[in-house]
Each structure stands twice: as C-alpha cells, then as structure tokens.
C-alpha cells in the first residue's frame, strides 16, 4: 500500500506539469488503492467488531481506542470513495486532468496525515485481552484470489510508471 501511495505521489505532480501520458499510471494507482484499502476497512472493522466481543463495556480507554480505530477507518472509506468518485468523472470526462489531480491531493494529504501517523493502536488492546496468535489467524482475510488480484494491480502500476521511477516493495 505505501509503494501504491508513494507511486501516486509520485504521478500527481507529472499531472499537473501536464504530462497526460501519465493518467494510466495515476490511475492504476488508484485503482490498486481501491483494492488494498478497501481490504484494510473491511478487516479493520472485522477486527475491531471481535475485540468488542472481549473489551468489558466499562473499560472506557480500550472502548475509546476502539471507537477511535472505527472513526478512522469511515473516514479512510469516505477518502477513498471520493478519489474512486473523481477518477471515474475523470474516465468519463466529467472533470479535467486538474481536479483529478486536486483529488489525488486530496486523498495523498489524508493519506499521510492521518494513515501514515497512525501506528496499530489496538496492539495494546489484543495483548491485554486476546493470545495475538489466535487473533490474527482468525481474523486473516488473505486468500489466494486476493494475493493474485493484489499482485496484477500491483504489476500494472509497475508497467506503467513513468521511466525511471523504481517502485518498490519495502
């Protein structure tokens, strides 16, 4: 996911300067964004919704921990659904290279304001509460279909980034 964000990051710019030859790149982009966010909410809220079932009510700081973790994942989802919003006006010539841009923006800004700050603040409540073993293998939800769709979208933006630039896997 950071090698996608640093790849968009990367691409927003060359937009702007008005290289159009770059919108397939921006776009897989996105679209690989799509795919990998949109896992991270849904297992973050899977996650979040089975601590519940071990964190006492009257716990307040692991409660609020919790509705903290929800809070962002609804806003990451809103983010990611306005930059899908803009890139599908963008593909159907609703809006110009430059709001697709200020989109992008948009969400890199969040991006790194808010998910890049953040470290695994339920970590603290899994070792409190649950065997972290245990945990994580009930709540993986990585297939086998998921790493190969993971690894096309991942492969496209790979061959079309803009020569030169290396992205990588860190």
């Known amino acids: 996911m950071i090698a996608a964000k640093d ?3 990367h691409g927003v710019p060359r937009l702007a300067d008005g290289n159009t030859g770059d919108t ?4 897989a982009c996105v679209n690989y964004l799509d795919f990998i966010i949109g896992r991270f909410v849904r297992q973050g809220h899977a996650n979040t919704a089975s601590i519940r079932e071990v964190v006492p009510d009257d716990d307040a700081e692991d409660q609020r921990t919790l509705a903290d973790i929800e809070d962002t994942l609804d806003d990451t989802h809103k983010q ?3 930059l899908l919003a803009a890139s599908g006006q963008f593909q159907s ?3 110009d290279i430059e709001a697709f841009g200020n989109a992008c923006g948009e969400f890199l800004d969040f991006y790194n304001r808010v998910l890049a700050r953040r470290k695994d603040p339920a970590q603290a409540i899994i ?4 065997d972290a073993d245990t945990y994580w293998r009930q709540t993986d939800d990585v297939t086998v279909e998921s790493i190969e769709t993971e690894k096309a979208l991942f492969g496209k933006i790979r061959q079309l980034a803009p020569p030169g630039l290396q992205i990588e896997v860190g």
Do not use: P, S
Request: net charge negative.
């Open 93 to 95: 010539g609703d809006i």
């Open 80 to 82: 990611i659904e306005c």
């Open 7 to 9: 790849a968009l990051m």
């Open 24 to 27: 397939d790149f921006v776009l």
């Open 127 to 130: 070792q409190k509460h649950i």
